[in-house]
Nanobody, 123 residues
């Protein structure tokens, strides 16, 4: 079973950037679609982005399209989320997971969620 650990969160001002990392151990990520989600206080967890095994096919929530970029380094068993032009509404705990069923971006199709990393964007 794969274990995922997120890192790279922090506090930034609006307009700033952060790069999150999702490092896997236990099993290789190379054949898996990996996704990021986030959960803000008092809100439901929402899909943010995902990348297919090759890294060529990617998926983004409309709210982050054009600002966030997901990428992966299969040799390092790591997936990244580059977040630019951050907004206060991006404040949340960010989680990564592996897609274990389906072909879309429904969070129910993802499993092995990490412990999350906090991102705080101030105005």
């Amino acid at each position: 079973q794969v274990q995922l650990v997120e890192s790279g969160g922090g506090s930034v001002q609006a307009g700033g950037s952060l790069r999150l990392s999702c490092a896997a151990s236990g099993r290789a990520l190379s054949s898996k679609t990996v996704g990021w989600s986030r959960q803000a206080p008092g809100k439901e967890r929402e899909f943010v982005a995902a990348t297919a095994w090759s890294g060529v096919t990617t998926y983004y929530a409309e709210s982050v399209k054009g600002r966030f970029t997901i990428s992966r380094d299969n040799a390092k068993n790591t997936v990244y989320l580059q977040m630019n032009s951050l907004k206060p509404e991006d404040t949340a705990v960010y989680y990564c997971a592996v897609r274990t069923s389906g072909r879309g971006t429904a969070l129910a199709d993802f499993a092995s969620w990490g412990q999350g990393t906090q991102v705080t964007v101030s105005s």
